[in-house]
């Protein structure tokens, strides 16, 4: 089972930015998927971007060009910089791990079997 924790969620306006953490007991060595998910009540969780140990990422097409998933391994922490932010980005967002693999093309939340607590993102 892998512990996951995230942080930095909260509200912005229109075309701000914020970066999400993740803190991960995943060993680095291993082969893994990790990614971002979000939610809004009453819809499907929506795969947002994921990254895999090599550094081989992924996107939403509603967010590329705008956020960024990257890694800190010497850190055990996962990020996700979201700029040009949207009120449709509106979400609660998680963090996901599955161990054993790589990153599926393209990722769905099903691929993910931990799951972070979830950090509420709120743009007005």
């Known amino acids: 089972h892998v512990q996951l924790v995230e942080s930095g969620g909260g509200s912005v306006q229109t075309g701000g930015s914020l970066r999400l953490s993740c803190a991960t007991s995943l060993n680095p060595d291993s082969r893994y998927c990790l990614g971002w998910i979000r939610q809004v009540p009453g819809k499907e969780r929506e795969g947002v971007a994921a990254?895999?140990?090599?550094?081989?990422?992924t996107y939403a097409d509603s967010v590329k060009g705008r956020f960024a998933i990257s890694q800190d391994n010497a850190k055990n922490t996962l990020y996700l910089q979201m700029n040009s932010l949207k009120p449709e980005d509106t979400a609660m967002y998680y963090c996901a791990a599955e161990e054993g693999g790589g990153c599926y093309l393209p990722f769905r939340a099903s691929d993910f079997s931990n799951w972070g607590q979830g950090t509420q993102v709120t743009v007005s």
């Open positions: 990254i895999d140990r090599d550094g081989r990422s």
